[in-house]
């Protein structure tokens, strides 16, 4: 191959925006089967006709209960669900961007059991006396959780490897505390619904979760591409990156705050939902490679995509019943999991 | 480019590892840097380009104290090609070099026909264009070093430093790197083990436990003497009948030759 035709990042500007276009199309296909497809089965016509009548005020004459599921129920879950799986994709990027680990996610470094604490906190224990919401709750946890875990890789040595054993034992520990908090102190009807939140549910989700999850993946998407370039250069460790003239303190802080707040809000929403943030990166970047100026969109949409299809799927696969998306999500990641794990063992 | 260090020093857990460091590098110069394993090279060379925190004394380039550049103004200044950096990324080596132009691009900008064109030349220069697509898992030690290198190249800096950059290469590389120092037209840094390249630099200076104790030109410097105080060898010069070059033969203080 001729070094011109070998560039890795010029490429003409047609593509990349066809290429733009050709995803957002499949995200909103994505977000249409989320919507026609459940218990109660819509036509696309009829779909149509509630987004109009909603959207631009239309006018169409429509049954008021399929409006009902349509605009109220499957519209917003649905792009709770392409926010959350785009969310949680983001994090992991970034995750596994700064940790320099391809296991790195926010489920595994204790972020994701964190959060949970906290929600847990605030819904049974009545932390913060009804001041505190369950996202605030939740972020704090995630915050906690993160510190803590820092903290201990830190005072393990600061390896990439540290950071991963550190968050695997803060996972622990929060995990172990809400269930903690849930035996002390909920009863059996509260502790079953507990339980299948924490799994990951998206059975409650109303507009106001869809304007607290959409802008947060907004703000990380813009946040991620802002310091794409940054992600790159820690290829090498953060010393190689500060040679390369990132400001690695800022960086780290910014996109792990970042990642904090992300997580801490889709938990707040859903659950914790594992194996999106983890398996959904390396699918990204089997597709389009490495660098994150073009990572972090595809993996973005990916986990959209996924998330909406695992949502479907927690619908669909028993009838009349749902069951937890992050059991979903694990049964599809697991495997996912799996091929990673040996396909970086031929790697080194 | 000129570099200045000030009383450089830089502890770790109260023990002195590098201490009150004097140097005047001067533009365009090839200073050398040579000095027992662990007598503080390295760390001098991160904290010459700034990387270490909590650094004691100061640095100066062309005057103004590094402390108070941005980070990316000091890596559009200087390049550091590092003892051992690996990555576990799936980055093919053209990519790796690309990560050289990052001081140079805002966050969105792509990359211009002039950042290519700066690529090719870097991968070229280290005689590793063949290899551009190879990913980084798959390339040797050596390649390794020299994409390292290129990717120091692109950065384009005005003062390079370069920690022990014949390491890993075969000796016809050794010799091209050299080659290729020597033309670059920019002040450089490098810390050596081979005394003999040492030779090769305009001046030298010589590290022992975290102190700069002697600086000069090689022939003053690496005196038998000092060779054998610090690193325990004994040496003598021989002279190439053909150019008149001079070469230090080394032996074992013990084996009185
Ligand atoms: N981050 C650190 N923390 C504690 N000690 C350190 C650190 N970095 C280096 N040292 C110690 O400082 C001393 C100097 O290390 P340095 O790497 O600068 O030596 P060097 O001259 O480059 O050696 P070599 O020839 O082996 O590359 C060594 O004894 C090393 O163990
Ligand atoms: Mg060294």
Same mark, same amino acid.
């Given at each position: 191959?001729?070094?011109?035709?070998?560039?890795?990042?010029?490429?003409?500007?047609?593509?990349?925006?066809?290429?733009?276009?050709?995803?957002?199309?499949?995200?909103?296909?994505?977000?249409?089967?989320?919507?026609?497809?459940?218990?109660?089965?819509?036509?696309?016509?009829?779909?149509?006709?509630?987004?109009?009548?909603?959207?631009?005020?239309?006018?169409?004459?429509?049954?008021?209960?399929?409006?009902?599921?349509?605009?109220?129920?499957?519209?917003?879950?649905?792009?709770?669900?392409?926010?959350?799986?785009?969310?949680?994709?983001?994090?992991?990027?970034?995750?596994?961007?700064?940790?320099?680990?391809?296991?790195?996610?926010?489920?595994?470094?204790?972020?994701?059991?964190?959060?949970?604490?906290?929600?847990?906190?605030?819904?049974?224990?009545?932390?913060?006396?009804?001041?505190?919401?369950?996202?605030?709750?939740?972020?704090?946890?995630?915050?906690?959780?993160?510190?803590?875990?820092?903290?201990?890789?830190?005072?393990?040595?600061?390896?990439?490897?540290?950071?991963?054993?550190?968050?695997?034992?803060?996972?622990?520990?929060?995990?172990?505390?809400?269930?903690?908090?849930?035996?002390?102190?909920?009863?059996?009807?509260?502790?079953?619904?507990?339980?299948?939140?924490?799994?990951?549910?998206?059975?409650?989700?109303?507009?106001?979760?869809?304007?607290?999850?959409?802008?947060?993946?907004?703000?990380?998407?813009?946040?991620?591409?802002?310091?794409?370039?940054?992600?790159?250069?820690?290829?090498?460790?953060?010393?190689?990156?500060?040679?390369?003239?990132?400001?690695?303190?800022?960086?780290?802080?910014?996109?792990?705050?970042?990642?904090?707040?992300?997580?801490?809000?889709?938990?707040?929403?859903?659950?914790?939902?594992?194996?999106?943030?983890?398996?959904?990166?390396?699918?990204?970047?089997?597709?389009?490679?490495?660098?994150?100026?073009?990572?972090?969109?595809?993996?973005?949409?990916?986990?959209?995509?996924?998330?909406?299809?695992?949502?479907?799927?927690?619908?669909?696969?028993?009838?009349?019943?749902?069951?937890?998306?992050?059991?979903?999500?694990?049964?599809?990641?697991?495997?996912?999991?799996?091929?990673?794990?040996?396909?970086?063992?031929?790697?080194? | 480019?000129?570099?200045?260090?000030?009383?450089?020093?830089?502890?770790?857990?109260?023990?002195?590892?590098?201490?009150?460091?004097?140097?005047?590098?001067?533009? +365009? !110069?090839?200073?050398?840097? #040579?000095?027992?394993?662990?007598?503080?090279?390295? %760390?001098?060379? $991160? /904290?010459? &380009?700034?990387?270490?925190?909590?650094?004691?004394?100061?640095?100066?380039?062309?005057?103004?104290?590094?402390?108070?550049?941005?980070? +990316? !103004?000091?890596?559009?200044? #200087?390049?550091?090609?590092?003892?051992?950096?690996? %990555?576990?990324? $799936? /980055?093919? &080596?053209?990519?790796?070099?690309?990560?050289?132009?990052?001081?140079?691009?805002?966050?969105?900008?792509?990359?211009?026909?002039?950042?290519?064109?700066?690529?090719?030349?870097?991968?070229?220069?280290?005689?590793?264009?063949?290899?551009?697509? $190879?990913?980084?898992?798959?390339?040797?030690?050596?390649?390794?070093?020299?994409?390292?290198?290129?990717?120091?190249?692109?950065?384009?800096?005005?003062?390079?430093?370069?920690?022990?950059?014949?390491?890993?290469?075969?000796?016809?590389?050794?010799?091209?790197?050299?080659?290729?120092?020597?033309?670059?037209?920019?002040?450089?840094?490098?810390?050596?083990?081979?005394?003999?390249?040492?030779?090769?630099?305009?001046?030298?200076?010589?590290?022992?436990?975290?102190?700069?104790?002697?600086?000069?030109?090689?022939?003053?410097?690496?005196?038998?003497?000092?060779?054998?105080?610090?690193?325990?060898?004994?040496?003598?010069?021989?002279?190439?009948?053909?150019?008149?070059?001079?070469?230090?033969?080394?032996?074992?203080?013990?084996?009185?030759?």
């Amino acid at each position: 191959m001729s070094l011109g035709s070998a560039p890795t990042l010029v490429r003409p500007i047609r593509p990349v925006l066809s290429r733009g276009m050709l995803g957002i199309l499949v995200l909103m296909l994505a977000v249409l089967a989320g919507i026609v497809i459940g218990e109660t089965p819509l036509s696309l016509g009829q779909v149509g006709r509630v987004l109009a009548n909603s959207l631009w005020g239309a006018g169409y004459a429509v049954d008021p209960v399929d409006a009902g599921i349509i605009w109220s129920y499957r519209l917003p879950r649905t792009l709770v669900a392409a926010a959350c799986g785009a969310g949680l994709a983001l994090a992991g990027v970034v995750l596994q961007a700064l940790v320099r680990n391809a296991l790195a996610d926010p489920y595994l470094l204790g972020v994701s059991a964190g959060a949970s604490t906290g929600a847990v906190a605030v819904t049974i224990l009545g932390l913060g006396g009804g001041a505190i919401g369950i996202s605030s709750g939740a972020f704090m946890g995630a915050v906690l959780a993160f510190a803590l875990v820092a903290l201990l890789a830190r005072a393990a040595g600061g390896s990439p490897a540290h950071m991963v054993l550190a968050g695997i034992a803060g996972s622990q520990l929060f995990n172990a505390l809400t269930s903690f908090f849930i035996a002390k102190s909920a009863n059996a009807e509260q502790a079953r619904g507990i339980i299948f939140w924490l799994l990951g549910n998206l059975s409650g989700v109303r507009w106001p979760d869809v304007w607290l999850a959409v802008p947060a993946t907004a703000l990380g998407l813009v946040i991620c591409f802002r310091y794409a370039r940054a992600l790159d250069a820690f290829a090498f460790g953060t010393d190689a990156a500060r040679a390369l003239g990132v400001p690695v303190r800022w960086v780290q802080f910014v996109l792990i705050g970042m990642v904090t707040l992300m997580t801490a809000v889709m938990v707040s929403i859903v659950g914790a939902i594992g194996f999106v943030g983890l398996v959904i990166p390396h699918a990204a970047r089997f597709i389009v490679g490495v660098r994150h100026l073009r990572l972090i969109p595809t993996a973005a949409l990916t986990g959209a995509v996924f998330m909406i299809l695992a949502d479907i799927a927690s619908r669909m696969i028993i009838p009349g019943q749902v069951v937890p998306i992050g059991v979903v999500t694990a049964l599809v990641g697991a495997p996912g999991f799996a091929l990673i794990l040996i396909r970086n063992r031929r790697e080194s | 480019m000129r570099i200045e260090t000030f009383s450089l020093g830089w502890s770790s857990r109260g023990r002195r590892i590098v201490e009150d460091v004097e140097l005047r590098i001067r533009p +365009g !110069e090839t200073f050398g840097l #040579i000095g027992p394993n662990g007598s503080g090279k390295s %760390t001098l060379l $991160r /904290l010459m &380009a700034g990387l270490l925190p909590r650094a004691q004394g100061r640095v100066e380039l062309d005057g103004r104290p590094l402390a108070t550049l941005p980070r +990316g !103004e000091i890596a559009r200044r #200087i390049a550091l090609v590092a003892q051992a950096a690996d %990555t576990a990324e $799936r /980055l093919n &080596a053209r990519e790796a070099v690309e990560l050289g132009r990052t001081p140079w691009l805002s966050p969105f900008a792509p990359f211009s026909a002039m950042d290519e064109a700066i690529v090719s030349d870097a991968l070229e220069a280290v005689d590793m264009t063949h290899m551009a697509e $190879r990913s980084w898992s798959t390339l040797s030690g050596g390649e390794r070093q020299r994409i390292h290198i290129a990717r120091a190249l692109a950065q384009r800096p005005r003062l390079l430093m370069l920690d022990e950059p014949t390491n890993h290469l075969d000796i016809q590389h050794q010799l091209a790197l050299l080659r290729l120092i020597a033309g670059l037209d920019v002040t450089v840094v490098i810390a050596l083990h081979d005394l003999n390249q040492a030779m090769r630099c305009d001046r030298i200076g010589i590290m022992d436990g975290g102190r700069l104790i002697s600086c000069g030109p090689p022939a003053e410097v690496l005196t038998p003497e000092r060779l054998s105080a610090i690193f325990r060898v004994g040496a003598r010069a021989l002279t190439d009948p053909v150019d008149g070059t001079q070469q230090l033969r080394f032996h074992c203080l013990e084996d009185h030759l």
